[in-house]
């Protein structure tokens, strides 16, 4: 299916994505072997159960956005996925979830260096230490860094630097990629012309979804 149909199915089946819940929590909370496949084991579970309960930044996607994230990046068949705004891990474990169905792998980056080695240490506690690779420091310095172009990109930094870091990334979004960034409804606000830009734009398909009251805008490069 292209990509551009897979986006629109899936903002159909938004609702029933965000509707199911997480699997039972586990005694076991030691390093997590991968889960199986299309649902969590219970100790992966508990795992983002318990990166959420310490969340006192409410910096972590809600579960509904997450389960989202991980349908998107395994039907659009994204392989080479970029998160700017890693916190500690919660959205890039199911972002690495997706990529597991597809073989990609994940560049995440994270600013604050105490965010980011937990969130290193809770990739590796998820299992997907080979999916998903974590860098600590400011994303602007970190991306001109990193070699390639991408297919999928997840926006979840400070919001007034939204248009910056479109800027800095949509040369290297692959046509047919997806560019998502979260909070566009509750904190639209604080973005500027971000949002503008990404519904304007004469290269992009732009929606906007809320499998909860945050709001993602899922923008797809057109092909040429």
Known sequence: MPRSLAVLSLVILTAACARAPESRPAHDRG???????????PALAQLLA???????????VSEEDGRFLRTLVASS?????????GASGYSAIWIGL?????????????YDAARAAALADNIRRAGLDDVV?????????????????FDFVFLD?????????????????EPGGLFIAHNVVNKRSEMGGFL?????HPELFTTIVSPSGEGMSV??????
């Not at 923008?219 to 040429?224: A, D, E, L």
């Open 196 to 200: 503008a830009t990404i519904t304007e």
């Open 133 to 149: 690779r974590v860098v600590s420091g400011d994303a602007f310095a970190q991306v001109p860094t990193l070699t390639g172009r």
């Open 219 to 224: 923008s797809y490069r057109r092909r040429r």
């Open 98 to 110: 997706g990529l597991r169905e597809t073989g990609g792998r994940l560049v995440t980056i994270e």
């Open 50 to 60: 318990d990166i959420r309960a310490v969340d006192r930044g409410q910096l972590a």
């Open 31 to 41: 390093a997590l072997s991968a889960p199986a496949p299309g649902s969590l084991t």
């Open 157 to 173: 930094a400070w919001k007034d630097d939204y248009q910056r870091f479109f800027d800095l990334v949509f040369p290297r979004l």
């Open 77 to 85: 068949g994204a392989t080479r996925a970029l998160e700017i705004g």
